[in-house]
């Protein structure tokens, strides 16, 4: 299990951001796809950042501080640029599940991008993909209920 490839189970299409895009429109974005995290792209596709929910979390209670000890405060939208990280982990395609697991282990993180490198394109990275501590759980489920049937009919 630990030698299979991250492409073989990512998520995709990959759900994707505009910078420029309200960061509540990230987090409806999110609720719409039932996802915790949303990739963010630039306006030629390759990816700039990545948005999660706790990001989002975070802006909006830091906005409702800043109002209630500011009442004359000006009701700031924030962007998703304001709020994502522009430092991004990622993988590519051709990663073991094993090398994932170590990485989200190492950085806590719950998930990453996977990218590619198109030619031609200065080493921007393009999402072809997104895996989640879910892929991965479900990967475990699925081989466990097949060692139970193996088990079952083996009786």
Known sequence: ??????????????????????????????????????????????????????????????ESVASRYDPGLDEVWLTVRDVMTSDVIAVGPEASIGQLVEKLMETKIGGVPVV???????????PIGIVTETDIFRLISEAWRADKASNTSDS
């Open 1 to 62: 299990m630990h030698l299979r490839l991250v492409r073989e189970i990512m998520s995709t299409p990959v759900i994707t951001i505009d910078p420029d895009a309200l960061a509540v429109d990230a987090a409806e974005l999110m609720e719409d796809n039932n996802v915790r995290r949303v990739i963010v792209i630039d306006p030629d596709g390759y990816m700039c950042g990545i948005v999660t929910d706790a990001d989002v979390l975070e802006a909006e209670t830091a």
């Open 116 to 126: 590619q490198t198109a030619d031609g394109s200065g080493g921007r990275l393009l």
